[in-house]
């Protein structure tokens, strides 16, 4: 299933914990230190596919595109975090 790296990850569990562990990995035919690996590894692989991207409604996606296209005017706060920016990028550029 993995190769092994010699990496090792240890943790305690409680018995009804690992009699489910071990029963579960037994119905599909892994250890179970395959079958954690392997769970924990598609759980990680969902959480950070949810944590990656932005779902948004159809009026949403409408009105960032309507944003995107026409923006509002620039406001003074705005030209002042441009500016504060631009002086901050120049002095790091400057310093490299």
Do not use: C, W
Not at 52 to 62: A, K, M, N, Q
């Amino acid at each position: 299933m993995l190769a092994q790296t010699g990496k090792r990850l240890t943790t305690r569990i409680t018995d009804h914990v690992q009699e489910k562990l071990q029963a579960a990995a037994d119905l599909v035919g892994a250890t179970l230190n395959q079958f954690v690996v392997q769970a924990a590894l598609e759980k990680a692989e969902r959480v950070i596919e949810s944590e990656s991207s932005i779902v948004l409604t159809r009026r949403e996606s409408l009105r960032l595109l309507e944003m995107m296209e026409n923006p509002p005017p620039r406001n003074a706060t705005f030209l002042q975090a441009q500016a504060r920016y631009q002086r901050l990028k120049n002095d790091a550029g400057s310093t490299a």
